[in-house]
């Protein structure tokens, strides 16, 4: 029998997308949606409980409410993902083949909602197994005991999260990337500027690389975001 699937959404004022979002889950496939909710001021909570997921109430920070959605999970293997982002319709499947085959986690290729040639040259290059071009909006499945292995998401880190806990994961445990793209929303880029974000993003992912402290990307990117 295929493990339980546990999928967990972090969300902060998200009311427009959440139940969408929900349903899509539950009817493709997850056994249970926790919402870890940051501290939502809109109808957030209201409309994803109405949509049949568990709310859990968390401290504001993407890694914390993804922790903290974990830690009330039910089922072996916890899938997270953004409010903002759509994996394939096979998604249940696609990781039980890939658990199945002996990965511990993994995730999708991305796409975006938008046709913009910067931002199709940046999913693109998510097709290849490189730690550089590992980020949340691909989402991530990953077993409830690797998980608990590794501590799951560190929580010092408000930004880059994402990528660092694949970098660690990868080094006591099978990652894969599935076939398959997850979509994601273009909107922060629409905001910003597509190109000056995603210049944005490039200059703070090179500050983590050259050893960044967190709150020194958290400023920069504050500072800058529209």
């Not at 699937?5 to 998200?14: K, R, Y």
């Not at 986690?105 to 991305?110: D, E, I, S, V």
């Not at 660690?168 to 990337?177: C, P, S, Y």
């Amino acid at each position: 029998m295929a493990p339980g699937l546990s999928v967990v959404i972090p969300v902060l004022n998200e009311s427009a997308v959440i139940a969408e979002r929900v349903r899509f889950f539950l009817t493709h496939g997850a056994d249970e949606v926790i919402i870890s909710d940051g501290g939502s001021t809109d109808a957030t909570v209201e409309r994803a409980e109405q949509a049949g997921a568990v709310v859990v109430d968390s401290r504001r920070g993407r890694a914390i409410q993804m922790n903290t959605g974990a830690a009330a999970a039910s089922h072996m293997v916890l899938y997270f993902a953004h409010a903002d982002t759509v994996p394939p319709v096979s998604f249940r499947a696609d990781i039980h083949a890939a658990i199945h085959f002996g990965a511990d986690a993994g995730c999708y290729r991305l796409a975006f909602d938008h046709p913009h040639w910067l931002l199709k040259c940046y999913a693109w290059f998510t097709r290849f197994d490189v730690d550089w071009f590992r980020f949340g909006d691909q989402t991530l499945f990953i077993t409830a005991e690797a998980f608990r292995s590794i501590g799951g998401f560190r929580t010092d880190r408000t930004v880059m999260e994402d990528q660092e806990i694949v970098i660690r994961l990868k080094k006591t445990h099978r990652f894969t990337l599935m076939p398959g793209q997850a979509v994601t929303s273009a909107r922060r880029y629409l905001a910003n500027g597509i190109v000056r974000l995603q210049a944005l993003f490039t200059v703070i992912w090179l500050m983590y690389q050259f050893g960044a402290s967190d709150e020194t990307l958290v400023s920069y990117y504050r500072k800058r975001m529209r």
